[in-house]
């Protein structure tokens, strides 16, 4: 069984700094592109940014500049540093990995549960 733990979510006020956390664990062979999505009320989900194993990174134009991602791949882990918050910047963040686990073929998405971030004005 695979699971992936998000932590670092929350209520801060504009101009704020909220760093999230995803660690990925289980029977995991490899792990390719870790990234962060997000959903706010009324829209789709969209990518905020994704990084992968090697290192480069892609970001969403509206977090560029103020958003970083890094993963460390001895832990399974990737962190997305949000920096200058806006309250636009409030939805549910979810982590994606694009792994292969132990006892499946080829690599699948896996999903994190959500962390609430919430930027006040």
């Known amino acids: 069984q695979v699971q992936l733990v998000e932590s670092g979510g929350g209520l801060v006020e504009a101009g704020g700094s909220l760093r999230l956390s995803c660690a990925a664990s289980?029977?995991?062979?490899?792990?390719?592109?870790m990234g962060w999505y997000r959903r706010s009320p009324g829209k789709q989900r969209e990518l905020v940014a994704k990084i992968y194993s090697g290192g480069s990174t892609n970001y969403a134009d509206s977090v560029k500049d103020r958003f970083t991602i890094s993963r460390d791949n001895a832990k399974n882990t990737v962190y997305l540093q949000m920096n200058s918050l806006k309250p636009e910047d409030t939805a549910v963040y979810s982590c994606?990995?694009?792994?292969?686990?132990?006892?499946?073929?080829?690599?699948?998405?896996?999903w994190g549960q959500g962390t609430q971030v919430t930027v006040s004005s």
């Open positions: 289980g029977s995991i062979v490899s792990i390719d592109v």
């Open positions: 994606n990995s694009h792994m292969v686990v132990r006892g499946t073929y080829g690599y699948l998405d896996y």
